[in-house]
């Protein structure tokens, strides 16, 4: 039994967080704040060099075929140093969504692409209802002559202006699990119009995806049998968030902390102040048992465990709360200050707030843990 | 990471289970309506301890010279531990003994001394009691005044502990005591061991809310204790406690109970009817039970990856630090939801008709209120996990 990570892991993350420290420093993410798409093309440039990209991807599409849990200790990072871009959304959702649905030609044309870092892919799954479960796809596809065309519309998708494919949910027929497929489109497929939903995250960018007559450029498996993979999907983005969850609240607290320990009120450091004392002993002891929970959820993700879905809800839940509660104490153990547009906490404040209720809110997924554990 | 158990693991985990199961002792009807510190009950439980020692599966690490196993694989240790718990076997009568003394002569007791009093500890011969709260010093401990004397090769000791837990029926007691009252405070406490035999102990039962008597004050009125049962060096008793006290238990027996009452309390939401349907068909109980889930199942993998940083020898960090807050809250919050899902029923009492569960949640519910207060209360643990684990500065 050997719940820890390798060397290999250890290193991974710890080179990930000196590269961040470096190369996406709080001033950094301050500018992308006003960056018309919240990207740094070089940025994922250097990402990719490092094999970052391409982490997921199988070594002979030119990636290091690692797992997810390799992958979640870099989201940790990732979330620590609010990373703005679509990497989570490229190089584990559509990234992984190709590995699993991808025939050998669309493997072949995207995954080296995906990998080198350069093209962009995306996630285009929910829609106006908001729903997560299979009736919240109505977007149609119709076979027409030239094959099959997309009719509808897409809400909420990451990045679509920056990304060069969608992984695109429809319906194909019915109105159940049964008849949802996963298609791909290309960005600049005609009929295919964007526009931005301007949100309080701006290290995140949505998208309202409008397709009038779009033509795809494939099927990701089989017609109408897209449910599965879209529902690991649905658990892989569950793992994923939870990882940048688990780092953003990390960070948060050790910034409040040390804030805490140079800001003096009363004659002496606010660090002495039992109150504040409380809590910040209180996120620790919030944030301390979660970190095993994600890697318990993507180990379980990339073993195949038979609680693998259980698990991703129970860190989904789990963190979606411990973030939020993280932050909103960092944000009061600052002070007035920590209310200004001028300090940085809000960039993890807002964050933590997108991640809560991104792929299900934690009533959500409590209700699936319930169901789970059959009751 | 591997969740799979090594194959020797595996066997040996067979091997205690059958072994278990073939002789844990029966729930014994005559038994348990006897108070529970009568005689034929502590006999029952030392004789339960002297078999588990006898099959090899107490205090697995302690060396063999002073009649341990000598086993130092902290995965067997676990294994041991989780399987008493899924076994629903009786907690073991010398825990203090075994968790506290017996970690403490081990580090810091003489030769004689280990000779003398682990063995016995082992076998459930000699029973130990904890002597540190005092009326007047709870959270500050070290402001203890039971005062010990040394005159001539005795010391003479006066004054008064409290929350003694099992000093009724404990043969000995390892007790602070102020050896040096002009010293600073934490530097005049002397570590000593007391025969609860000597004349001048008196021991008076202390009722908890839970209606039980597990605790004691004891009274200590001119108690001579010979000078060599001083463990360490005198005025050095904090340092000698401090040495074991915040000694990482190994929490795996801890979860695996935990999870336990959380699959007990799933199965009283389904079977317990409240306000006109089963408890676990309300969606707010229902969120509830699932993020209480959440907090079980964060502890499980928690213990963990602590039991395998202590496999490879790497020292507990910030982590081990909320094991005793988390746990204890999150237990006592198991009994509070089993309380609000039985409503009207809660609060019967064990011999009550209609009683739900022999009225074991609302003894828990009580009795897990007393851990989060007992060994460091949940406001000490904040202010231990902000000051030595985030390095906040002590408050004055």
Redesign the interface.
Known sequence: ??????EEQDLLQHSAREFLTQECSPQFVRALLDDEHGFSPELHRKMAELGWTGLLVPEKFGGLGLGL?DMALLLEEMGRAVVPGPFLFSSALATFALMRGGNSAQKKTWLPRLASGNAIGTLAFLEASDRLDAAGITLKARKKRDGYMLSGTKMFVPFAAVADILVVAVRTSGKSEKGVSLVLVERDAPGLTIRPLDMFDRTRRVYEVRFKQVPISGFLGKVGKGWKLLAQLQDLACVALSADSLGGAQQALDMA?EY??VREQFN??I????A???M???M??EI??????V??AA?AFDTRAKDASR?AS?AK??LSVVYTRTTNKAVQMHGGIGFTWEHDMHFWFKRAKWNEFAFGA??Y???R??RF??? | ??????KE?EAFRKTVRTWLKANVPKKDKTLSDLPPNDPRRIQRAKDWQRRLYEAGYVALGWPKAYGGQGDSDI?RQTIVNEELVLARAPGLIGASGLTMLGPTLLQVGSEEQKQRYLPKVLTAEEIWCQGYSEPGSGSDLASLRTRAELVGDEFIVNGQKVWTSGAQFSDWMFCLVRTDPDAPKHRGISYILIDMKTPGITVRPLVQMTGDAGFNEVFFEDVRVPRENLVGELNQGWLVANATLFHERNMLGSTTRTQLMMQNL?RL??SHSRYGQPA?ED?II??Q???L???V???K??S??Q???AT?GRKPG??A??NK??GTELNHDICALALEIMNSYAPLNRRASHVIDNGIWPYEFMFTLGLIIGGGTS?I???I???R????????
């Open positions: 039994m050997d719940f820890g990570l390798s849990l902390v805490t320990k002496r450091p660090a002495s102040f039992q504040l004392k409380h910040a002993a209180e620790v002891s301390e048992p979660a970190r095993p929970l890697w318990y180990y698990a129970i839940a789990r934690a009533a997924h409590r209700e843990v319930a554990d059959g009751y | 990471m591997d969740l799979a158990y090594s693991d995965m799933i939401a389904r676990a969606p229902r969120q039970l699932a993020d889930t959440t907090g199942e964060a502890m993998y928690h963990f990856r039991l395998t940083d490879k910030i982590g630090m909320v807050l988390v406001q643990q904040k202010n996990i902000s000051e684990g985030l390095g906040m500065p002590k408050a004055r």
